[in-house]
């Protein structure tokens, strides 16, 4: 057996939690198939809420969170996966309630296991990790659903986020033209990924009052929710899509129905914790082909496991932008 670092989140009691990184022993990770020694891992904002001790993520402490997990497999016991090989785990409850990706291993059962697709390497897997997942269903919506480069224009929100970055990053590399919406001073950045405009989120919203909006999007990222969601359906053309993975905003949608009878907006909900295996390794396969970032390295700071504390703080303070890549060999 194996000692190994974790980042652990404990409780201290009434309501208050403390971080820190301890070592800990293979034997103490759960039963499961595969064991994984972890090469990268990336910190998402469930993560932070996790490690914040929201009990709506994590249940009970002490616990290690990480959403994802990218690395090598060390141990199995089913023939489908053999030691060395390379490969991803995220989503179903690594990090929520089974020990997460904030340590250098994770046992998993072998169903959460997806192979490294050609194209990708460990590395550039975990600078999409969940967020660049989650990006990929979008997008992958979008277009099943009809939506083709030159209908008119698709508007991202929360677009310096991890989903909102890596979406504007994809949608322009397929020729879609990109609106971002976001709340902080960025518009280099968001214009270097290939957004073509930039709107400030305090100047979007409109009257809610009102049941419909001037038609202006032929698709929407959605990813913070609320007011911003409620403005952008309003906004969409007829026939149109508009995607919902996020609620950083607000959980609360005030709507009536007109835009869906009238305009025939499709209003779609993105999941990207218990969709199955066969849609999960079609996303990782197009993330490593046709939605490939040429210059994702922009995207991305790197830090390491005992520098993670300091990141869950700026990112519910809302001060990152992009992703957080986590280095753990």
């Known amino acids: 057996m194996s000692c190994y670092k974790s980042l652990v989140v404990r409780e201290l009691g009434k309501g208050e939690f403390t ?4 070592e800990k022993d293979t034997r103490d990770l759960p039963p499961d198939e595969v064991l994984v020694r972890v090469h990268y891992s990336s910190l998402n904002y469930k993560d932070a809420l996790s490690a914040s001790g929201n009990r709506g993520i994590t249940r009970r402490y002490p616990h290690t969170p990480g959403i994802d997990a990218a690395g090598v497999v060390e141990e199995s016991s089913v023939a489908a996966l053999q030691p060395g090989d390379q490969v991803i785990v995220s989503g179903y409850d690594l990090g929520m309630n089974h020990a997460g990706g904030f340590a250098e291993y994770v046992r998993v059962p072998a169903a959460w296991v997806v192979r490294l697709p050609p194209g990708l390497s460990l590395q550039q897997s975990m600078m999409l990790g969940t967020a660049g997942f989650t990006a990929g269903r979008c997008v992958d919506m979008l277009m099943q659903q009809g939506c083709v480069p030159g209908d008119g224009e698709i508007l991202v929100t929360g677009a310096t986020g991890g989903v909102g970055s890596i979406s504007v990053a994809i949608l322009a590399g397929l020729g879609f033209a990109v609106t971002a919406l976001t709340g902080k001073n960025e518009q280099d950045f968001l214009l270097d990924l290939g957004a073509r ?11 809610p009052k009102k049941m419909l909006l001037p038609e202006r999007w032929a698709g ?8 911003y969601l409620e403005t952008a359906i309003k906004e969409t053309c007829y026939d149109g899509v508009v995607t919902s993975c996020g609620n950083a905003a607000s959980a609360d949608l005030a709507l009536s129905v007109y835009p869906f009878i009238i ?3 499709r209003l779609i909900g993105i999941d990207s914790s218990r969709c199955p295996l066969a849609v999960r390794e079609r996303i990782w396969r197009l993330l490593a082909t046709d939605y490939k970032i040429s210059r994702l390295d922009d995207l991305v700071s ?13 990112m519910l303070a809302g001060s990152l932008r992009g992703r957080m890549l986590v280095r753990l060999i």
Do not use: N, W
Not at 19 to 22: A, C, F, G, I, P
Not at 220 to 227: L, M
Not at 302 to 314: G, V
């Open 263 to 265: 305009r025939g907006v």
């Open 197 to 207: 405009a930039v709107l400030a989120r305090d100047e979007f919203v409109r009257s």
């Open 220 to 227: 929407v990222v959605d990813t913070i929710g609320g007011q």
């Open 302 to 314: 790197m830090i390491t496991l005992e520098q993670l504390d300091e990141a869950i703080q700026r």
């Open 19 to 22: 971080r820190s990184v301890e």
